[in-house]
């Protein structure tokens, strides 16, 4: 029942709703890597709010590998949620390569998860030009290392969250087929003590 002016649900409108699952295809994708190899995931989230979280528990079945995560949009959220350390933060700024692998290392230690994934970055339009619109920095910690992808093309803001996004799920698929690959896939609940992560770049193109 509704009161006067109430309007009710129209199928048009669900038309116009976005698909995560058929938009990005990637956590499909990465979730039955996951899935298969038994390894698990957490995320930390700035510029993308909630996005790459959002497309991997849009598959069904995701409960099994997704942890959770953290939205840390303010930097005090960073650095009391995630363990960022105030002095990366101050030194090179939240969108960074360093405060992108604290994020992902963070993230990864707080859910206990095998892959922690962090994006930062400015989505636009807003900017400066140091950190120009479009500049992200996605990382991910493994049980062995800590890789990162630097984005750097602005395509607006909603499409720059949605690269961000598409970059993510891409490396932690590549990252499950190399630890696959080398035998190394080893699941945080079998780790001994880890090692010191070593950082690797891959600067993205795109």
Known sequence: MGGEGATEPDGADDQRLPVLATSFPGATALGRALADSGLTIAVA??????LLGAALTAIAGSSAYVRGGVIAYADDVKAEHLGVGRHLLATHGAVSREVAEAMATGVRTRFDADLGVAIT????????????????????????????????????RELNR?????????????????????????????????????????DDGR
């Open 45 to 50: 989230e700035s510029c993308t709010g909630g």
């Open 121 to 156: 970055g400015v989505a636009g339009p807003d900017a400066s030009e140091q950190k120009p619109a479009g500049l992200v920095f996605v990382a991910v910690a493994d049980p062995s290392a800590i890789r990162v992808i630097r984005l750097d093309e602005d395509h607006g």
């Open 162 to 202: 949605a690269h961000a996004v598409e970059a993510a799920l891409r490396l932690c698929a590549e990252i499950i087929r190399d630890l696959s690959g080398t035998g190394q896939v080893i699941s945080s609940k079998e780790e001994g003590s880890p090692g010191d992560s070593a950082a690797v770049d891959l």
